[in-house]
């Protein structure tokens, strides 16, 4: 049987677009497509819906406290948003509120089926960009516990770089730099340079 979605989208084209992608794929049907979410909402129950694919900027209700309502009267109902807005406050009110999944406007028609695909399996289907702001949030306080001698040694750590050439850059001792290694692990929780790396390499 095939996952019955619905869409809510302003701009026809996309609109049209999105169909088109989404009943190209055979695990999946559009048995409805809106341009606001007013008109989708009565709908939502009637269609047996399963996973709503939603802009964020619509005219009236918008796809955020969208959200919210239908999380509340559906609470099986999957949700995924769909802006050109990477906001951050957009994201995290977004997954507040219910939506299991959140990607940008240019993402590719392989991609959309496979966060669809992902969605219905139990993922949080992202687009890469906000996945990371997404990391970059949890990270954030730990980063903010760091001195800022320590703040300036994670960063060159995080390049690659040997504690003797960051003792050189820094014009501190190797010893020194141990010793803030040592704290920076701690505080950030990680084992080993190459975990460090690993997470903070675009730091």
Do not use: W
């Amino acid at each position: 049987m095939k996952v019955r979605v619905v869409i809510i989208e302003d701009n026809e084209i996309l609109l049209e677009s999105y169909e088109s992608i989404i009943n190209s794929d055979k695990r999946f049907e559009v048995v409805g497509k809106f341009i606001c979410f007013e008109s989708a909402f009565p709908k939502i129950k009637e269609l047996e819906t399963q996973i709503v694919l939603s802009d964020i900027e619509l005219p009236k209700v918008n796809g955020i406290d969208g959200v919210r309502i239908l999380k509340k009267n559906f609470p099986k109902l999957l949700i995924i948003l769909i802006s050109v807005h990477e906001n951050s406050n957009f994201i995290f009110d977004a997954l507040r509120f219910g939506a299991i999944g959140y990607l940008n406007k240019n993402t590719s028609p392989e991609k959309l089926i496979e966060a669809l695909v992902d969605a219905k399996s139990g993922g949080s289907p992202m687009s890469s960009s906000i996945a990371r702001k997404v990391v970059n949030s949890f990270r954030a306080p730990l980063i903010n516990e760091l001195s800022k001698r320590e703040s300036d040694v994670l960063r060159l750590l995080a390049k690659g770089k040997t504690s003797k050439s960051i003792a050189n850059e820094l014009n501190i001792s190797i010893n020194t730099i141990k010793t803030h290694t040592r704290n920076i692990y701690e505080k950030l929780q990680v084992n080993s340079k190459d975990d460090l790396i690993d997470k903070y390499a675009n730091y």
